[in-house]
């Protein structure tokens, strides 16, 4: 069988038996109850990647405060209603404080409303009411937000999973105002005096199969009496003093506190019912009596979960980069499901419209997250896995497609259909919670359809694809990125009927899983896109992006082979013709030519500031290329140029990315690289073995085993890995396993410059 694996590996291999070695080197793992105690959450900055725009991103990220795979997260909004922009750290108003889902700025938002607190003059207008604001007098931390306006007004938040603890400081002099934004779309509210409460829903959405059904019901709770209140409309800000309750396009609403007053507000939000948002409000609120108690708990849960990865010994830089990534990493998909009196879970589907019993998750492009950002959190979250690839399943039979990218429901974005590797990678690290068979069922149905929404929902090209051996062009953009992930995604499928001795879709599958043969044309030496005749697409230049790439061009698609590389390299005819192209991506001018995007879009701008040649690490395809040199016995220059990644292009700066970090992809690349360790192929079991950045990490798995990570002699010029020892036994290869990780490992890196 033609797999992942090198099939010369074995000589680069020694045959590996773990034995006992307890203080071996002397040191022991931290405890997961010494971990967190530990202040990780100092080193994270929220705005890392925040310092963005439509034309060029560093990361395209929004000031994030909330839970770990929160329903929502709150954060302070700088763009107007309905941008993706929803926060951009050169902009210096902020016009409200919002609740948010999004998972990336090309895909907007959902379910939003907005909190804006004024002084003086009641300004209901998102533009007219929008405050100037420094940096300086700005905290933005993972369970804790603050900033002080220039008009003098203090908004603190403390986030939980589907709520959040505000508070708003007011001047002494002037009315004390808080206007509720109820977004662009229908909304209704209702403000009840006695009570110091308002409560409604909004119906602003982008991709749900019954929008009709679909509403946030929210309430929100305060500490201080209303000296005034009122609704409005946003359409043409109309003012409807007194009133308490109405519903229209645009609604919200306006309550006046005592000026000069401290208030307390407790929201939460139910996409089920209002009486589930008032469950919600209590059970995860209703014991903290002040903000202080609810941002300590945040603390507790971010650092209880950042503390399952211990790194020492580096720059605190390094630190920070380390740490703000792995937040990022931890925040999709977002928890959709809620629990109800009995603590059951259960939760509003978006896409049949209906209420059902148990888990399910949401907001996440699979096309970007399956390369290492699920692989990451198969690691550290093993149990949330599980539900999670049930919840795929729930879906599909929910809508009739498996999910590819989720905002809340199906929208179809980008290319391939990646659930698929999601399920693998889980059932290949022993994440068996699912029914394998209805798995490959629903992925055959993909693989041999299209559905009713965008690329990614079934396939387009699918006939042409099975037919021909790959998707033509021009009939299909996107045509020869759409047969190298479609190839591996098959390869997922025959990967998981062979380890569930499902015959019939292993035999299905094993058909075109080496699809990507042919697309290769070996004169030209690059993957090419092909007419439904046989014959390449001429003129041909591999510098131009689109037309059968995918925001890309030849040079980054190359490499899209995850699960057969040394398939891949025996296209080149040669170990040393693969690592001299591979070469080549890092030498070549980088030169962009739009070709059929017709001007620049910012994946290019990005690939061109990053200055190292053809290589663009801020979009996804080619983000596994540099481990490729380990397959051909040059793990060195893996290791040279993972570091240079690391070190050039990440930072825990506002540009500390160098592209859209993609719903927790981008960090996890970080994450993963940074522990010395990557997964080039999801739905395998192995690792390739790169560079560790720091001199210690212990990873903390659920199962309550620890993987201890150890290179004492790491340095910035001692980036090369000499050695390496494996649980006290000499360890020849360049790849680990997930069975040799899974029930903990110690792995010491003896590291050296360059000889």
Partial sequence: MENTVNKDRSRLRSSLRRIAAAGLFGLCSLSAAFAQKQDYVQYVNTLQGTD??????????????????????????????????????????????????????????????????????????????????????????????RVTLDNGITTEMAPTTRGVHLRFTYPRKGDAYLVLDGYFAMSGMKIDPAKRQISGWVNNQRFVNHPETFRNYFVIQFDRPFEEYGLWENEHD??????????????????????????????????????????????????????????????????????????????????????????????????????????????????DGKVHAGYMYTDNGFWDTFRSQFPLTNILHPTMQGRYMNALLAAQ?????????????????????????????????????????????????????????????????????????????PESMGSTAQTLEYAYDDFCGYQLARMTGNKFYEEIFSRVMYNYRNVFDKE????????????????????????????????????????????????????????????????????????TYGGMIHEMKEMELAGMGQYAHGNQPAQHMIYLYNYVGQPHKAQYWVREVMDRLYSAKPDGYCGDEDNGQTSAWYVFSALGFYPVCPGSDEYAVGSPLFRKATIHLENGADIVIE?????????????????????????????????????RFYMRGES
């Fill in 52 to 145: 963005s725009k439509f034309e060029l991103s560093y990361g395209n990220t929004y000031a994030t405060t909330g839970m770990p795979y929160g329903m929502h997260t709150w954060g302070a909004q700088t763009g107007p209603n309905g941008e993706g922009w929803k926060y951009q750290y050169s902009v210096d108003k902020i016009r409200g404080f919002q609740q948010a889902h999004q998972c990336s700025p090309w895909m907007s938002d959902y379910a939003v409303y907005s909190l804006m607190p004024e002084v003086g003059e009641l300004v209901v207008n998102e533009d007219a009411r929008a405050s100037k604001f420094s940096h300086a007098n700005e905290i933005a931390k993972p369970h804790y937000y």
């Fill in 238 to 351: 109309e003012r409807f003093p007194g009133m308490t309750e109405g519903e229209g396009k645009g609604y919200g609403a306006y309550v006046r506190f005592k000026a000069g007053t401290k208030v307390q507000a407790k929201a939460a939000s139910s996409y089920i019912s209002p009486e589930q948002a008032l469950l919600t409000l209590d059970r995860e609120l209703g014991a903290d009596k002040n903000l202080e108690a609810t941002k300590k708990r945040g603390a507790e849960t971010w650092n209880a979960l950042l503390g399952r990865i211990a790194v020492e010994g580096g720059t605190d830089e390094e630190i920070r980069t380390f740490y703000s990534c792995l937040f990022r990493a931890n925040l999709f998909s977002r928890k959709f499901y809620e629990r109800d009196a009995e603590g059951n879970p259960y939760y509003y589907s978006p896409y």
């Fill in 397 to 473: 039979e929910q809508c009739g497609w498996l999910p590819s990218w989720s905002a809340p429901g199906e929208t179809g974005g980008m290319i391939g259909n990646h659930a698929i590797s999601l399920l693998t990678d889980a059932w290949a690290k022993g994440i068996r919670t699912f029914d394998p068979r209805k798995a490959l069922e629903a992925y055959a149905k993909e693989a041999m359809n299209k559905g009713p929404w965008g690329g990614a929902n079934g396939r387009a090209g699918w006939k042409e694809y099975w037919q021909l051996g790959y998707v033509s062009y």
């Fill in 524 to 595: 030209s030496g690059f993957m090419r896109g092909r007419l439904k005749d046989g014959s390449w697409v001429a003129p041909f230049d591999p510098y131009e992006w689109g037309g059968p790439y995918c925001e890309g061009n030849a040079w980054h698609y190359n490499w899209s082979v995850f699960h057969d590389v040394q398939g891949l390299i025996n296209l080149y005819g040669s170990d040393e013709a693969f690592t001299a192209k591979i070469d080549s991506v890092f030498t070549v001018p980088n030169v962009i030519r739009p070709g």
């Fill in 711 to 747: 290179a004492p002699e790491n340095a910035p010029e001692n980036r090369y890995v000499d050695r390496l020892i494996f649980d006290g036994k000499s360890y020849n290869g360049y790849f680990l396993r997930y069975s040799e990780l899974e029930n903990g490992a110690d792995i």
